[in-house]
């Protein structure tokens, strides 16, 4: 695979994992989990700026972006949000950090990869801590907790 391949993947991915969060965040805020709704569509946001940012390195390097997106399943159960979005993270953070050694004559793109690795690591932390949640004060508990503002 080529940088300007996986830079593309990259823009393909978090193109389609911002559309995810923000389909689940409008399915939370529905059902009335505010906390988590509101949190879910900060982490849409974060990634829909992330594949623009790649974009706009491509640009930079004389590339073409292309407009796609990568599909990722709509999930309505709460728990299985959180397993999936845990389990996407743990399977993302060991590649990003493979491809870093892609990039070591291109400091920008290096140091940009370098900063969205941070920011994956703090999603799939907060994810962690939030399944760990669940299992000290129990599934409903943690929804309760999740209502409201």
């Known amino acids: 695979m080529t ?11 978090w ?3 911002s559309q995810q969060h923000s389909i689940h965040a409008q399915i939370l805020a529905q059902r009335g989990f505010k906390k988590l709704a509101d949190k879910i569509m900060a982490e ?7 594949a623009k940012e790649v974009n706009a390195r491509l640009i930079e390097l004389g590339e073409m ?17 959180l397993e999936y979005d ?14 870093l050694s892609m990039f070591e004559d291109d400091y920008v793109t290096k140091a940009m990869i370098q ?4 920011d994956e690591q703090e999603h799939f932390n907060w994810v962690k801590q939030h399944l760990n949640l669940i299992k000290e004060i129990g599934y409903e508990n943690y ?5 409201g503002d």
């Open 115 to 118: 900063k969205f690795i941070i």
């Open 15 to 17: 193109f389609g994992n």
């Open 86 to 99: 845990c389990k996407d993270s743990a399977e993302a953070l060991p590649m990003m950090s493979k491809c």
């Open 3 to 13: 940088k300007v391949e996986l830079l593309k993947g990259f823009a393909k991915g």
């Open 44 to 50: 849409s946001e974060e990634e829909w700026n992330e």
């Open 143 to 147: 929804l309760i907790e999740m209502l």
């Open 65 to 81: 972006p292309v407009v796609a997106i990568e599909e990722y399943p709509v999930i309505c159960d709460v728990k299985e949000m």
